[in-house]
């Protein structure tokens, strides 16, 4: 069976500094990927996605960046948080071999809280 | 524009009474329609989907829910709330055709005993 696992789960950071947050998904291959946010109160907020290794797509500008170096690795980035980077990180997974539609699996996200 | 609709930010029920929660959208066509529970601090984990044929969908957990074409809703319902149903529901829209999943703002549920 597939699993999905982020790390960390949860980190506090100061202003300015850097981010490096880890996507792994277990048991499939060239899966679809996908970086939410959630602030409070806000629903999701997808940040970027990717279908296949080195393709990125940003849904929203900001300082925040993405990359897959491995077909099942995803990683989110900055090099100098902001404090409106606060929130839950949620990465995510779909199979885009498998019929029409984009049915996504999450990970247990990480809990980001910038100083 | 396209978008997903959940009325109810917030909803409380009693402990063994029947629940609803309502997600209307807005597309041209109908498209793949999924309900999402989040619990506190966790990501979320998929309860049902309905992507054709029968308009009553059987989830987990015990939740149904019934796509109405007519209403563009795809309302999800229990007939007998736990305590540990307290969280976070999502209704999300997938218009196929390689276009992004779309989310709703999310309805929270509280239990009371």
């Known amino acids: 069976s597939q699993t999905i696992h982020q790390w960390p789960a949860t980190l506090v950071q100061p202003v300015g500094s850097p981010l490096s947050l880890e996507c792994t998904v277990e048991?499939?291959?060239?899966?679809?990927l996908y970086w939410y946010r959630q602030a409070a109160g806000r629903g999701l907020q997808l940040l970027f996605y990717s279908v296949g290794i080195g393709q990125i797509s940003s849904e929203v500008p900001q300082n925040l960046s993405a990359s897959r170096p491995q077909d099942r690795q995803f990683i989110l980035s900055s090099k100098k948080l902001l404090l409106s980077d606060s929130g839950f990180y949620l990465c995510?997974?779909?199979?885009?071999?498998?019929?029409?539609?984009?049915?996504?699996?999450f990970g247990p996200g990480t809990r980001l809280t910038v100083l | 524009a396209q978008s997903v609709t959940q009325p109810d930010i917030h909803i409380t029920v009693s402990e063994g009474a029947s629940l609803e929660l309502r997600c209307n959208y807005s597309y041209g066509a109908t498209p793949y329609l999924f309900w999402y529970v989040q619990s506190p601090g966790q990501g979320l984990q998929l309860l049902l989907k309905?992507?054709?044929?029968?308009?009553l969908v059987q989830g987990i957990k015990g939740f149904e829910a019934e796509f109405k074409r007519s209403q563009s809703s795809f309302n999800l319902r229990k007939p007998s709330v736990h305590w540990s149903d307290a969280a976070e529901y999502f209704c999300a829209v997938d218009p196929g055709g390689y276009q992004k999943v779309t989310f709703g703002t999310g309805t929270k549920l509280q239990v009371i005993p």
């Open positions: 995510a997974w779909s199979d885009r071999g498998q019929g029409v539609t984009d049915t996504q699996y």
């Open positions: 048991g499939t291959s060239n899966p679809n």
């Open positions: 309905y992507f054709s044929g029968d308009t």
